[in-house]
Nanobody, 124 residues
Framework: QVQLVESGGALVQDGGSLRLSCEAS????????MGWFRQAPGKERDFVAA????????NYADSVKGRFTISRDNAKNTLYLQMNSLKPEDTAAYYC?????????????????WGQGTQVTVSS
């Protein structure tokens, strides 16, 4: 059974930084594309960033480009999201997810397993 467990969410001030982690188990982690998503209260879940199996390819939402960095440590089965220059509009629950289809083309990923989320709150 695949499990994804996020951690690292916190209350932080405008302009601050956080690093989120997502520990994966029950899958051959290095074989899968991974992603981060976020959901603010009353809004839909939005894509934040994605990373290829080796980490050589990344993709970001325009709203976080230049501020967030997605990375992974395949030896530790862990996905990361480094968030810098945080803004109040970044406040949301953050979720990691895996595309379970090994045949998915990069950029056409469908994420089918999700973690429980970790809350990030940025105060102004």
């Amino acid at each position: 059974q695949v499990q994804l467990v996020e951690s690292g969410g916190a209350l932080v001030q405008d302009g601050g930084s956080l690093r989120l982690s997502c520990e994966a188990s029950g899958l051959a982690f290095s074989r899968y594309v991974m992603g981060w998503f976020r959901q603010a209260p009353g809004k839909e879940r939005d894509f934040v960033a994605a990373i290829s199996q080796s980490g050589s390819l990344t993709n970001y939402a325009d709203s976080v480009k230049g501020r967030f960095t997605i990375s992974r440590d395949n030896a530790k089965n862990t996905l990361y999201l480094q968030m810098n220059s945080l803004k109040p509009e970044d406040t949301a629950a953050y979720y990691c997810a895996v595309d379970g289809n090994l045949r998915s083309a990069w950029g056409r990923n469908n994420y089918d397993t999700w973690g429980q989320g970790t809350q990030v709150t940025v105060s102004s």
